[in-house]
């Protein structure tokens, strides 16, 4: 008796996996259709996507590139015209000691 209602309960859990496949099974087939033309439709969006990235990101890392190689010409520029400009203002002889003896004997205790 059992194994009777055992095989009635498989039988009718059976009976509705088949049923659930008959109702969802073109819903199923129709759900693969769109979404093959919806990744027909995606792949070639992210493509371009993907090479607009790609150069964007070049010709800013070109852009900051430039820009360093200008900032840092002219901060050597600018750097060498300070030297000059300083090594044009003191440009007077360096006056000469007239004593020998050395600071720290110079210097009261």
Do not use: H
Request: proline residues 5%.
């Amino acid at each position: 008796m059992r194994i009777l209602r055992k095989t009635i309960v498989l039988a009718l859990a059976a009976l509705g996996a088949y049923k659930a496949w008959e109702f969802l099974g073109p819903k199923v087939a129709q759900a693969r259709g769109s979404a093959a033309t919806v990744r027909d439709r995606v792949e070639p969006a992210l493509e371009d996507a993907k090479d607009r990235l790609g150069s964007v990101s070049r010709g800013a890392v070109d852009s900051v590139v430039d820009v360093t190689k200008d900032v840092t010409k002219d901060t050597a520029d600018a750097v060498t015209g300070a030297l000059n400009d300083t090594n044009d203002t003191f440009d007077t002889p360096t006056p000469t000691r007239t004593s020998t003896a050395s600071a720290t004997e110079r210097a009261p205790r």
